[in-house]
């Protein structure tokens, strides 16, 4: 910027420089007792035969309180503290490739079973129409039906034999479709195993529960919306703790309408 202002002849003020657009972080606010977990205590442990530099700091607690406030979640970085305890990798290009092929292999799983369900709904509304139209019609439907027994009896199709050569020849053609799914298995509990995660507690506070949701679905949510969503997940908390709980908070900001989201946002 300084060089080509220096090779141009301009009379008057020079314009404004264009500073590159101010970059929105979203700030997570934690209680002293997010900082006891654990696991964050784990990494502060000092132990006086390591030297100084790979021994815990106080700067990496509320990293670590953090990522376990908000866990399961994946630490990337070089400070040697976390990647010493198994919280955190630090070449991270093989992290985002393995996080990016373990969400389209769980993409492609769902997309598979919406497909399913919509096809089993449309076989069940068409063979309930059919049902529906036999009973209006039981002659005609008789008729039909007996028709088309004695053409595959003609035709040979209600033979033994034929049936047994059919099912083997729809078996044989599942067998790939069957080592595709168990490839895709496989491979998605391998990237699971290999990303190393900090782990929630096995018996998650209310608090941690609607910070996780919150910083998952990226919108803001009533206490009653938070509710349902978490009882889907099979956890049972009632709109009032919820919202209780949250306002006790700091990591929870509240907004017009009984909305809370985690974090609040910051340029830098």
């Given at each position: 910027?300084?060089?080509?202002?220096?090779?141009?002849s301009?009379s008057g003020?020079?314009?404004?420089?264009?500073w590159?657009?101010?970059?929105t972080?979203?700030?997570?606010?934690?209680?002293?007792?997010?900082?006891?977990?654990?696991?964050?205590?784990?990494?502060?442990?000092v132990?006086?035969?390591?030297?100084l530099k790979?021994?815990g700091?106080?700067d990496?607690?509320?990293?670590?309180?953090?990522?376990e406030?908000?866990g399961?979640?994946?630490?990337v970085?070089?400070?040697?503290v976390f990647?010493?305890?198994g919280?955190?990798?630090?070449?991270?290009?093989?992290v985002?490739q393995?996080?990016?092929?373990?969400?389209?292999?769980e993409?492609?799983a769902?997309n598979a079973?919406?497909?399913?369900?919509l096809a089993?709904?449309?076989?069940?509304?068409?063979a309930h129409?059919?049902?529906?139209?036999?009973?209006?019609?039981?002659?005609p439907t008789t008729?039909?039906v007996?028709?088309?027994?004695?053409?595959?009896?003609?035709r040979?199709y209600l033979?033994r034999?034929?049936?047994?050569?059919r099912?083997?020849?729809?078996?044989?053609?599942?067998v790939p479709?069957?080592?595709?799914?168990?490839?895709?298995m496989?491979?998605?509990?391998?990237?699971?195993?290999s990303?190393?995660?900090v782990?929630?507690p096995a018996?998650?506070?209310s608090?941690?529960?609607?910070?996780r949701?919150?910083?998952?679905?990226?919108?803001?949510l009533?206490?009653?919306e938070?509710?349902d969503?978490?009882?889907?997940?099979?956890?049972?908390?009632?709109?009032?703790?919820?919202?209780r709980?949250m306002?006790?908070?700091?990591a929870?900001v509240s907004?017009?309408?009984?909305?809370?989201?985690?974090g609040?946002l910051?340029?830098?």
């Open positions: 910027m300084l060089e080509a202002w220096s090779n141009t301009v003020p020079l314009p404004p420089p264009k590159p657009p101010a970059r972080f979203r700030v997570v606010d934690l209680e002293i007792r997010d900082h006891l977990s654990p696991q964050t205590r784990h990494i502060l442990r132990d006086r035969e390591m030297p790979y021994r700091d106080p990496d607690a509320p990293t670590m309180a953090l990522a406030f908000l399961p979640c994946v630490i970085t070089q400070d040697s990647s010493r305890f919280f955190a990798v630090i070449e991270w290009i093989p985002a393995n996080l990016l092929r373990l969400a389209g292999l993409a492609t769902a079973l919406v497909f399913i369900d089993l709904r449309l076989l069940g509304a068409g129409r059919l049902v529906v139209l036999a009973a209006r019609n039981p002659l008729a039909a007996a028709g088309l027994l004695w053409w595959c009896y003609r040979g033979a034999d034929n049936w047994r050569r099912l083997s020849r729809v078996g044989e053609a599942t479709l069957l080592e595709l799914g168990n490839a895709a496989t491979e998605h509990q391998t990237l699971s195993d990303l190393l995660v782990e929630p018996y998650p506070t608090e941690q529960l609607a910070a949701h919150l910083a998952r679905c990226g919108r803001p009533t206490p009653g938070l509710r969503a978490l009882a889907h997940r099979g956890h049972t908390v009632s709109a009032a703790r919820l919202k709980d306002l006790a908070h700091r929870f907004a017009p309408g009984d909305l809370f989201t985690i609040r910051a340029q830098g």
